[in-house]
């Protein structure tokens, strides 16, 4: 389905200036980066020509590069032939395709006459299970969180923050502290400014109402006992430092700050060390019943509770622990499980339906709509669930209906002999590390 061309994913998620600079790319060195997964490390020569302001080019595309967290090997200009008076440059790198793409981004098209990208190996290299990389430990994590442009205040005009710019300057802040953050520091003491705790306050109430009637048991018994110890309530945004702590104790789930949306393969690495990935900014003031991208309010309200059953821990962990060293077309199915149950699930109570997915719990309007006639419903099956397409931008058409998250687990597991790769994942808790065995 989703193809790796760089032309096609210009398409589906990149941002309009990529595109523009995407035509300027010199293709004969792309066949690499056309075949290649996302999690692989390419080492790559870009040679980039521009029209005007080289300099400039230079200083943006060191910073990217720098900020990003890309390994830089080699850097050089020498005078420009083709365009008298500019610099010509030379890097050397070594990167994640998804990495290379936000450098590609940040290039301001216009000034570009040229960019060509070879790769240093061979061309033909094929790839195989053991060159993808994988999260090894628990601290590797801090490579795993690469940043989708999808959904965002800046870059969407749907979004209810666009052009509000004391709030994508707040947000920006926010995710700063994200980025900077590593394995093994505590998580952010964040001082949330009061419009904020108010956000949080309208959108508390709202679902609150509705909990007893539209939400499923292991999420009303979870959230009552934390609620009961004063860590979730109404008139303030939860510490995050305490919920962490909550949630080690529980199910030994622990969090992590993450600056958006992640690709599939970051957000799904994470879950098999029981790491969740949880942004820090809130949702938009003007919309406090909704957010078209993960915000604090849906990862505090929507998945904390539910990372507190062991059961929905067992089950993320096992899809994580799938998605290391799978394939891109892998990924987009184990990605697409966990969206239609961890996200977007029914379960069925005494003949009722109720959420069981962070996505409809936190959010008013579709949890109303998922469990009414109008959208389809249909039982949860692993063989088919992986495969249908989902909504991303509006509600869904289609809910698959668990009959409890134990029978969802034990249907995984049946789903996961099935599932073809070269190795098994083995997690073990007291080191935080993953080791593959390889099977015949
Ligand atoms: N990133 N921050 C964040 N939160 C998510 O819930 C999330 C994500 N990236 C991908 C993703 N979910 C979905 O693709 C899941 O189905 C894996
Ligand atoms: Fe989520």
């Known amino acids: 389905r ?4 760089i032309k096609k994913r210009t398409e589906l998620s990149r941002q309009v200036s990529f595109k523009e600079v995407i035509d300027k790319l010199n293709y004969s060195g792309l066949e690499l980066i056309r075949s290649s997964d996302d999690a692989k490390i390419l080492k790559l020569d870009l040679i980039i020509n521009s029209f005007t302001d080289s300099i400039r080019v230079l200083v943006q595309l060191i910073q990217k590069i720098t900020s990003i967290g890309i390994v830089l090997k080699h850097l050089e200009t020498r005078p420009d032939k083709a365009h008298p008076g500019e610099l010509e440059i030379f890097v050397q790198i070594e990167t994640k395709k998804p990495l290379l793409m936000e450098v590609l981004d940040s290039l301001v098209p216009d000034k570009i006459d040229r960019i060509e990208i070879k790769s240093t190996e061979k061309a033909d290299n094929v790839i195989t299970a053991e060159e993808i990389w994988i999260p090894k430990h628990v601290s590797d994590l801090d490579k795993c969180g690469h940043v989708v442009v999808k959904y965002e205040p800046t870059e969407d005009p749907k979004h209810p923050g666009f052009g509000d710019k004391d709030y994508i300057s707040r947000r920006a802040e926010l995710n700063a502290i994200a980025r900077d953050w590593k394995f093994g520091d505590s998580m952010p003491d964040i001082q949330y400014l009061p419009e904020e705790h108010e956000t949080w306050r309208i959108a508390y109430s709202k679902l609150k109402e509705l909990r007893p009637s539209h939400t499923c048991a292991e999420y009303c018994k979870n959230i009552k006992q934390m609620e009961d110890i004063g860590l979730i309530t109404a008139d303030k945004i939860p510490s995050l430092q305490a919920i962490d702590k909550y949630l080690r104790a529980k199910t030994g789930f622990q969090l992590r700050p993450c600056g958006g949306l992640l690709s599939a393969r970051d957000f799904l690495a994470s879950l098999a060390f ?10 938009h003031h003007s919309k406090p019943n909704h957010c078209p991208e993960p915000d604090l309010i849906h990862e505090i309200l929507g998945h904390t509770p539910m990372f507190a059953d062991p059961v929905v821990a067992e089950f993320s962990q096992e899809v ?8 891109d077309e892998q990924i987009e199915r184990l990605a697409t499980l966990y969206w239609f149950i961890i996200e977007f699930g029914l379960c069925e109570e005494n003949g009722k339906l109720k959420a069981i997915g962070a996505g409809l719990i936190s959010a008013f309007g579709e949890l109303q709509h998922a469990i009414s ?9 692993p063989y088919k669930t992986a495969i249908q397409k989902y909504e991303d931008s509006d509600y869904q058409p289609l809910y698959f209906v668990a009959k409890s998250m134990s029978d969802a687990m034990e249907k995984l597991r049946k789903y996961a002999l099935d599932f073809d790769r070269s190795a098994i994942n083995v997690y073990n808790p007291f080191s935080q590390t993953i080791s593959q065995l390889s099977h015949e």
């Open 2 to 5: 989703r193809q790796n061309t």
């Open 274 to 283: 029981r790491v969740f990935q949880t942004t820090l900014y809130l949702r």
């Open 320 to 327: 994580g622990l799938l998605s290391i060293g799978a394939s």
């Open 373 to 381: 006639d109008t959208p389809e419903h249909a039982p949860f099956d």
